[in-house]
């Protein structure tokens, strides 16, 4: 079992800027990707982006804006998140896949003000 953790969301100015970081614990894989998703009220939950072996993808809407980066043990994974738009509201969620190994966080929340 992998065990994901979220931290670093709050209630934040439109304009401002937060980090999220995801701990990562328990029997972890060689091979995997990580990712944020995010799940605003009412909404379906969306890609934001995706570490994978040093690799990053970002959804349009926050390319430019949001960095991924993940500390050189893997095991911390960040989300740092500029330019915050009412629109960045959401739950964010960290994802952790390996194969058909498919593990969430519980998620944290940002609220972004106008």
């Known amino acids: 079992q992998v065990q994901l953790v979220e931290s670093g969301g709050g209630l934040v100015q439109a304009g401002g800027s937060l980090r999220l970081s995801c701990g990562v614990s328990g029997r972890t894989f060689s091979r995997y990707d990580m990712g944020w998703y995010r799940q605003a009220p009412g909404k379906d939950r969306e890609f934001v982006a995706l570490?994978?072996?040093?690799?990053?993808r970002y959804a349009d809407s926050v390319k430019g804006r949001f960095t991924i980066t993940s500390s050189i043990a893997g095991n911390t994974l960040y989300l740092e998140m500029h330019s915050l738009t009412p629109e960045d509201t959401a739950i964010y969620y960290c994802?952790?896949?390996?194969?058909?190994?498919?593990?969430w966080g519980q998620g944290t929340q940002v609220t972004v003000s106008s």
């Open positions: 994802n952790y896949k390996s194969g058909y190994q498919n593990y």
């Open positions: 570490w994978s072996g040093g690799s990053t």
